[in-house]
């Protein structure tokens, strides 16, 4: 029997770029499941509306992750496939996809997902960043925190098929680091220290599991900060980002920095010990 795919979306506030993405996917995917982060106050689900009728308005939290087990809950396909509302698959993808959901010996397949500066993409001369994106939903399991990935029971393989992102802006720039990145850094600061029973998860076999991976950030944060700085730099560097010059650097450090703030935050609003 033909394997079936269910796209799934978290947006918010989308009216500008939603279109192309639900364009590019309505003729290789079987479903389109669309999760709102909290009250829409513009065009984005009169837009959805024209793809499907599986639309979900959440509560607000200001990040796709947690929105996530969620959106594989309701979704009936034997694939799930994570998409952003500013990314759309390549050509050669679209052509490939239903092939590569038929490989039974693949669960999880990671796509390339080139830096972009809202313009073009940024790492053609390096080593191209990959991305969970394609999962087979019986065996993925997703902890519902931000900035987490797929996960996968299974295997997990690298093709060379781009998922190309297209934001309407430039995410490489001080401004942006400030308004969005730090937002972002103090969200998932924040989530690190919910309960675990509280954190929405999909798959998961063990919710031990989640507390140790919880710990992992938990556990003296502070003194973890030079050796996590000083790692994302140097491998940052080992791959190539000097090859694309001040910009590579640029992206390089900020990402160094976001580390260091993100294990200060985890410190910094730690419960406070009862005297």
């Known amino acids: 029997m033909r394997q ?14 939603i279109q192309h993405c639900l364009e590019n996917l309505k003729d290789v995917v079987d479903e389109i499941v669309v999760v709102h982060d909290g009250p829409c106050t513009d065009k984005t689900l009169d837009i959805c509306r024209q793809y499907t009728n599986k639309i979900f308005i959440r509560h607000r939290i ?30 050669e993808l679209r052509k490939n996809i239903k092939d590569l959901v038929e490989d039974s010996d693949v669960d999880l397949y990671y796509f390339i997902w080139p830096y972009t500066n809202g313009v073009r993409p940024l790492s053609i001369s390096i080593e191209h960043p990959y991305r969970a994106c394609l999962a087979r939903r019986c065996k993925l399991y997703h902890y519902g925190l931000p900035h987490e990935p797929l996960r996968t029971y299974g295997n997990i393989k690298k093709v060379p098929f781009i998922m190309e992102h297209r934001p309407t802006y430039n995410n490489f ?24 029973n509280e ?46 010059g001040i910009v590579g650097l640029k992206i390089t450090l900020l990402g160094a920095i976001n580390k260091a703030t993100f294990l200060y935050y985890v410190y910094k609003y730690r419960p406070k010990k009862k005297k």
């Open 62 to 91: 200001g990040c796709s992750e947690p929105h996530r087990p969620f959106s594989f809950e309701i979704s009936t396909g034997d694939w799930v496939l994570w998409i952003d509302a500013d990314e759309v698959l390549s050509q």
């Open 199 to 244: 954190i929405p998860c999909y798959g998961v076999k063990d919710k031990n599991s989640l507390l140790l991976h919880l710990e992992r950030f938990r556990h003296r944060p502070l003194l973890k900060i030079p050796e996590k700085f000083i790692y994302h730099l140097a491998y940052q560097i080992y791959k190539g980002m000097w090859k694309i």
């Open 4 to 17: 079936t795919i269910s796209a799934c979306l978290v947006v918010y506030n989308e009216e500008k770029i």
């Open 173 to 196: 720039t001080w401004n942006k680091f400030r308004t969005k990145w730090l937002p972002w850094t103090y969200i998932h600061a924040k989530w690190i220290w919910k309960d675990p």
